[in-house]
């Protein structure tokens, strides 16, 4: 296999040309398609993929949680921003900032 032939064809293939010469080589699909997840209606139904509202990044979707358990139910929340729970958690652990500390 010729290595610099093969990334010029790819550069000049269309996805499913790629897919189809690769064929031979592996069972691989030239129709399979990385299709966005919250386009599924059964994907969006059971809230497996969910959108998010993050104060940085605005609103974003995110996986949500595949299995569902009635007794413990699952949130799927933002994540933090840079140092907004490190107060919460020195003060849970007894602990103080290195500003804070007695010299």
Same mark, same amino acid.
């Not at 010029?8 to 990385?34: C, I, V, W, Y």
């Not at 413990?72 to 900032?97: F, M, N, Q, W």
């Given at each position: #296999?010729? %290595?610099?032939? +093969? !990334?010029?064809?790819? $550069? ?9 010469? /690769? ?24 809230? #497996?993929? %969910?959108?998010? +509202? !993050?104060?940085?990044? $605005? ?9 569902? /358990? ?34």
């Amino acid at each position: #296999m010729n %290595v610099g032939a +093969d !990334h010029e064809f790819a $550069g000049a293939a269309t996805k499913r040309e790629f897919m189809g010469s /690769l064929n031979p080589l592996a069972a691989l699909r030239a129709d399979h398609e990385h299709r966005r997840p919250g386009n599924d209606e059964h994907v969006r139904g059971r809230d #497996m993929w %969910v959108e998010i +509202d !993050h104060p940085q990044r $605005g609103k974003w979707y995110n996986v949500g949680m595949p299995i569902k /358990l009635s007794d413990s139910p699952a949130r799927i929340e933002r994540s933090p921003l840079l140092g907004e729970h490190t107060d919460g958690v020195l003060k849970e652990s007894r602990l103080r900032r290195r500003e804070e500390s007695p010299a």
